[in-house]
T-cell receptor, first 111, second 112 residues
């Protein structure tokens, strides 16, 4: 059974701080890794994807991947109240067809 | 123009009924998915179609039957609805060569 695990939270950070979200996965054959943001009552939207070990930066977001440790993280710099949402980690298989999602971490950015 | 649309948005029905949810995408994608998100927000893949062919069929009761009449549409029919079927059902699509999935707005199903 392929699994993706995340701390459910809630993770509370003050406005302007760095929010750090973590994710581990069980399938060593996983090739692609994604972070989705889901606001309450809305559908998930992709914010970052990462495929190779190391860091990938996009604006205030940085995704980090360590395949040896089977670990993916998302850093949000200068957190804003509008970043308050549930963040879903997703992992896809070698064929890029099947996506397994984690349970999500609820982030609350306090003004 | 909505990229991935689902109908209906809300569905309230009695146990034992049969219902259908429809999904359409106008992005020209060739892969479409059905996901179920339960009350604990766990998003689980149910089915995936590529060019109208079923390629992923996770462990889902056979009361659930997907149908893809063409590449732009993927419908989900549910027979003999049970209380545990209450959830939000999301349709998603992507290009086979692309990684980004685009999700529909969801259908909130409540079985009484």
């Amino acid at each position: 059974q392929k699994e993706v695990e995340q701390n459910s939270g809630p993770l509370s950070v003050p406005e302007g701080a760095i929010a750090s979200l973590n994710c581990t996965y069980s399938d060593r054959g996983s090739q692609s890794f994604f972070w989705y943001r889901q606001y309450s009552g809305k559908s998930p939207e992709l914010i970052m994807s990462i495929y190779s070990n190391g860091d990938k930066e996009d604006g205030r977001f940085t995704a980090q991947l360590n395949k040896a440790s089977q670990y993916v993280s998302l850093l949000i710099r200068d957190s804003q109240p509008s970043d308050s949402a549930t963040y879903l980690c997703a992992v896809s298989d070698n064929y890029g067809q099947n996506f397994v999602f984690g349970p999500g971490t609820r982030l609350s950015v306090l003004p | 123009d909505t990229a991935v649309s689902q109908t209906p948005k809300y569905l309230v029905t009695q146990m034992g009924n049969d219902k259908s949810i429809k999904c359409e995408q106008n992005l020209g994608h060739d892969t479409m998915y059905w996901y179920k998100q339960d009350s604990k927000k766990f998003l689980k893949i149910m089915f995936s179609y590529n060019n109208k062919e079923l390629i992923i069929n996770e462990t889902v009761p056979n009361r659930f039957s997907p149908k893809s009449p063409d590449k732009a549409h993927l419908n989900l029919h549910i027979n003999s609805l049970e209380l545990g079927d209450s959830a939000v059902y999301f349709c998603a699509s992507r290009r086979t060569s692309g990684e980004t999935q685009y999700f529909g707005p969801g259908t909130r199903l409540l079985v009484l």
